[in-house]
């Protein structure tokens, strides 16, 4: 379970970085339950250093419960540190695109105009995105579960990209 997270999780960011998508910052938050504790450095050695992998204290009020979530959920923050999506299970599997979809489309919206934290040459980046995007064969779409609502909370209502 490890291996195959940490690798998936690894090529993903290796993918976004190769598509000109840098500074994201990927941090893995170990569970508090013991079994957990106790795996925690397979886990931290599961992942590259690239990846941080967060041992939360079990004295400590749990992360999860904090930010309304379960172990396997996906929080996706902008650059602002405001959470934008909130993925849950099926929709954190990585083998889906839900996950590499909302991480482009939060570091592609500009929510607030123009930003101080925003790379140079984000709006080409975006742009090639976008275009990759509309090249994709509809088909590959109708093999991934549709998003109910249920487990899969979108934080701002405009998804579209704002190019200038």
Do not use: M
């Amino acid at each position: 379970c490890f291996f195959t997270f940490s690798t998936r999780l690894e090529d993903l960011r290796v993918k976004l970085e190769n598509e000109g998508l840098v500074n994201i910052s990927y941090v893995v938050v170990n569970h508090q339950g013991t079994s957990s504790q106790r795996k925690f450095h397979l886990l931290k050695e599961s992942v590259s250093d690239y990846i941080t992998v967060y041992q939360q204290d079990e004295q400590q009020d749990d992360v999860w419960t904090t930010l309304n979530g379960n172990k396997d959920d996906f929080l996706i923050y902008d650059r602002c540190g405001r959470l934008v999506y909130h993925l849950g299970l099926p929709y954190s599997f990585l083998s889906f695109q839900y996950v590499e979809e909302s991480i482009k489309i939060a570091y592609c919206e500009n929510k607030c105009g123009n930003c101080s934290y925003k790379e140079p040459d984000i709006d080409i980046v975006c742009e090639n995105i976008t275009k990759k995007a509309d090249e994709k064969p509809a088909e590959i779409e109708h093999k991934e579960p549709k998003p109910t609502g249920q487990h899969s909370h979108h934080h701002h209502p405009h998804r579209h990209r704002h190019h200038h």
